[in-house]
């Protein structure tokens, strides 16, 4: 069975950096789409950052230039680095695998395995 877990979350100053972890069990992250979304208190669930199974890899217009996803396949782990963080960051980080093999897709219903999340708080 696929399972997800995050790691990495926590509190920093804006301007700070962290870097979250998910680790992956039971899945190939060079065959399939791997995101990291975010839900902020009171808000919806947003797309934060996706890496294609081909590597290719996108990011909301809020974290451009600011966020990095990366993967290391023979660890099954998914990476996201997090640069010049603002308050407004501050979420619960979940990491998702998609439901399909070889597809590319930016919408929650596209995947089907979650983490728990991770608590990331950035103070001001």
């Known amino acids: 069975q696929v399972q997800l877990v995050e790691s990495g979350g926590g509190l920093a100053q804006a301007g700070g950096s962290l870097r979250l972890s998910c680790a992956a069990s039971d899945r190939s992250l060079s065959t399939y789409t791997m995101a990291w979304f975010r839900q902020a208190p009171g808000k919806e669930r947003e797309f934060v950052a996706v890496i294609a199974y081909n ?3 996108s990011y909301t217009d ?5 966020f ?53 708080t950035v103070s001001s």
């Open 55 to 57: 590597g290719f890899t």
């Open 62 to 66: 809020s974290v451009k230039g600011r």
């Open 68 to 120: 990095s996803i990366s993967r290391d396949s023979p660890k099954n782990t998914l990476y996201l680095q997090m640069n010049s963080l603002k308050p407004e960051d501050t979420a619960v980080y979940y990491c998702a695998t998609s439901r399909l093999q070889s597809t590319l897709t930016y919408s929650e219903s596209g995947y089907a395995y979650w983490g728990q999340g991770t608590q990331v």
